[in-house]
């Protein structure tokens, strides 16, 4: 087993690649829902998904979130980082995930919104 496939959760959760590939918060503004999600985060035993777009380099993200509702917003790496799914387990990232825009993303979650 790789190292990749090995440690997907807890301290790895994000790894060097990823956060080497996400542009800093704001970054993106100029791209509206045209920005690429690139890194993918989930709980594999519920319906929770959290898509990165932009990244402070240390704790937030900017992004999509998939759970009760769709939206897009803040979320911390710390918080992945400590919640479970209602079977215990810890939140993985998606190691085969191909990036999508945000746009591609809400319609794949049911929201349609008109890029600014």
Known sequence: MSE???????KDLLDQASREKL?????NEEL?????????FFTPDSNWTWYASEFDGDDTFFGLVAGLDV???YFLLS??????GPLGLPVE???HYQPKTLKDLLAHHG??????
Request: hydrophobic share 35%; glycine share 8%; charged share 30%.
């Open 4 to 10: 990749e496939t090995a440690k997907p959760f807890g």
């Open 23 to 27: 542009p800093p918060l704001n970054s």
């Open 32 to 40: 509206g829902l045209m920005a690429q999600a690139l890194v993918k």
């Open 71 to 73: 939206e897009l917003g």
């Open 79 to 84: 918080e992945l980082q400590s919640v479970r």
């Open 93 to 95: 990232r998606d190691i």
């Open 111 to 116: 929201k349609h919104f008109e890029d600014e």
